[in-house]
């Protein structure tokens, strides 16, 4: 069993390094698959010291194209069992992938979300907050046949951890902070079996380099209901 671990990279000179030397810790067998989206503040040439490990790979994008494409061109590139997206700004641990990982490995779903909501609720800003909060209620309102009685708290966490045969013959088409609800809606529409469970979570602010916008959310909310009618 080989995990794929994809990380979408773009400007994380400072937490590049940390984030890369934890996943390596953490106790699951792993490739790790680097995608690079033209970094313009030294996150390359860091990368570029990264190349000769083993267990490493790092593809350079020659322009940004977004996390969501990043996403893409590493699951292209994936071989493992599984699948674990994980950014590189280190809101999120490292040391929950065995516990994200286990419900697969016994056969209790087929994908897994990690949800930063079911220890409480997590230190936001109240737009952050209330983004998720509506995004959340939008997915278990539009796919609540599909979802039969189910009801998800952290749609656009970036820990989807799924079985790779998942995405037979899905197609996703958003290129942006998007592509997440976009892969969940389609997996909700596939059948396949959900579960969450909490995980770590240390947030971080503008300052800190946090590139997601309220816009993001809209065109979440947006890509939802163009999946839900059948458009995209």
């Known amino acids: ?9 773009y400007n994380e000179v400072r937490t590049i390094d940390i984030l890369l030397e934890k996943v390596r810790r953490s106790p699951v067998e792993k490739e790790i698959i680097v995608v ?9 040439e860091l990368l570029r010291k990264q ?5 490493t790979r790092v593809i ?32 999120l641990d490292p040391n929950d992938y065995p516990a994200l990982v286990a419900p697969l490995e016994a056969d209790e779903a087929d994908v897994v979300f990690g949800s930063r909501f079911l ?20 997915v278990n309102t539009l ?8 009801r998800l708290t952290d749609v656009e966490t970036c820990y ?3 079985r790779r045969r998942c995405l037979a013959g899905m197609t996703i088409r958003n290129n ?5 609800v976009e892969l969940t809606a389609r997996f909700i529409l596939g059948g396949h079996r959900l579960k969450e469970i909490p995980i770590s979570y240390f947030p971080r602010g503008r300052a800190e380099g946090k590139k997601i916008y309220w816009g993001d959310g809209v065109a979440s909310l947006w890509t939802l209901l163009l999946v839900r009618l059948g458009i995209v």
């Not at 230190?123 to 939008?138: A, D, E, P, S």
């Open 36 to 44: 690079d989206g033209n970094s313009q503040d030294g996150t390359k």
């Open 119 to 138: 220890r409480g609720r997590p230190k936001m800003t109240f737009l952050q907050y209330w983004g998720n909060r509506v995004i959340n209620i939008c």
């Open 160 to 162: 989807q951890v799924f």
């Open 51 to 55: 190349e000769d490990r083993p267990d």
């Open 176 to 180: 942006e902070f998007a592509f997440t």
């Open 143 to 150: 796919y609540r046949r599909e979802l039969r009685g189910q």
């Open 60 to 91: 350079y994008q020659d322009q940004r194209r977004g996390r969501g494409n990043a996403l893409k061109v590493g699951l292209h590139h994936a071989r493992g069992e599984y699948v674990i997206f994980q950014d590189a700004d280190l809101e």
């Open 1 to 9: 069993m080989k995990i794929s671990v994809i990380i979408p990279v």
